[in-house]
């Protein structure tokens, strides 16, 4: 299913993730992948510019579509609340699609 930013309450509050130990800190047994879509542009000056235009968070089978960055920022700042990510301690892994290009 596709959701918006808006729903990540709803979506933490219907699932109960497992957090294993692992080197003394805690890590949340769930894949969560993250991926952005971007393209690029000349401006008037002839500039090339680039942009990010849609992000995916991809959480307990739940899709998550954003356009800007600040949705993005209240996403991950809502789960780290929610699941109490501070420190070092607890964590979640976020896979991120192409990386290297993002």
Known sequence: MY????????ILNNNNPQFVK???????????SFDIEVTSMRTAADE???????????????TIIGR???E???????????????GVKRRLIVYVHNLAYE
């Open 72 to 86: 993005f920022m209240e996403v991950i700042y809502t789960i780290s609340n929610h699941y109490q990510l501070k």
């Open 3 to 10: 959701y918006t930013p808006y729903a990540i309450n709803t």
């Open 22 to 32: 692992k080197d003394g800190a805690e890590i949340m047994n769930e894949p969560i």
């Open 68 to 70: 800007t960055w600040k």
């Open 48 to 62: 090339k510019i680039a942009f990010m235009y849609v992000w995916m968070l991809d959480i307990f089978d739940c």
